[in-house]
Each structure stands twice: as C-alpha cells, then as structure tokens.
C-alpha cells in the first residue's frame, strides 16, 4: 500500500528557507506525477509545483516559480520542495501528492490519488 509521509515543516523567518520532503517509498510507478499542495484554513488545496519524472518537466504557481524548487531522488524514493525567500503568505499545511498517470492538470487535486498527511510551515515576519 502506498503512504506518502511529508517531512521537514516547520517555523521559519520571512526571507528564509526550508526544504520539504516526501518519502514516496513504495510508489513505483514509471510514469507517474508528483506534486506539492499547500491548503490554509477555510480555502481549497492550491498547487504549488508539479514534475512529470518521465517527461522531465517541472511546474510551478506563478507565485512561487522564482523561489521554490521541486525535485525527486529516485535513488532515495524522496521527492523535495526546496523554498527560499519565504514569505508570511507562504504559511499553510504542505502536502505531497502522487498519481501513477499523467495528470491533465496539475493544480487539480483531484486528480491526484494519493496523498501524504501534510506538514505545517510557519512563516513569521
């Protein structure tokens, strides 16, 4: 059974960084896509990044394109979001998503079908 486990959330300072990780162990899927969500209270799970390992491409929210990174270490079965110049607004429950096909649209949640239990980033100003 797969269980995707989101680590490395936590309290950060505006302008800083922190690198989020996800333990895809078990999800082998060849052709697959995985992506990072983040949801605040009250409001719907936003896509934040996405990559399609078997095509080599990575997506990103226009809010986030110029500071966060996505990225998977097959080797490791761990998938990443490296963020930097972390804003208050970037504060939310983080979630790594996971479908064995290629999804259509990479924002919708839906059509991801597995999902780790997220991990909170805090950013301060």
């Known amino acids: 059974q797969v269980q995707l486990v989101e680590s490395g959330g936590g309290a950060a300072q505006a302008g800083g960084s922190l690198t989020l990780s996800c333990d895809t162990t078990?999800?082998?899927?060849?052709?697959?896509?995985l992506a990072w969500f983040r949801q605040v209270p009250g409001k719907g799970r936003e896509g934040v990044a996405a990559i399609y390992p078997g095509y080599r491409t990575v997506h990103y929210a226009d809010d986030v394109k110029d500071r966060f990174s996505i990225s998977q270490d097959k080797a490791k079965d761990t998938l990443s979001l490296r963020m930097n110049s972390l804003s208050p607004d970037d504060t939310a429950m983080y979630y790594c998503?996971?479908?064995?096909?290629?999804?259509?649209?990479?924002?919708?949640?839906?059509?991801?079908?597995?999902w780790g239990r997220g991990t909170q980033v805090t950013v301060s100003s």
């Open positions: 078990g999800y082998t899927h060849t052709t697959n896509t």
């Open positions: 998503a996971a479908d064995p096909g290629v999804v259509t649209t990479w924002q919708r949640a839906e059509e991801y079908r597995h």
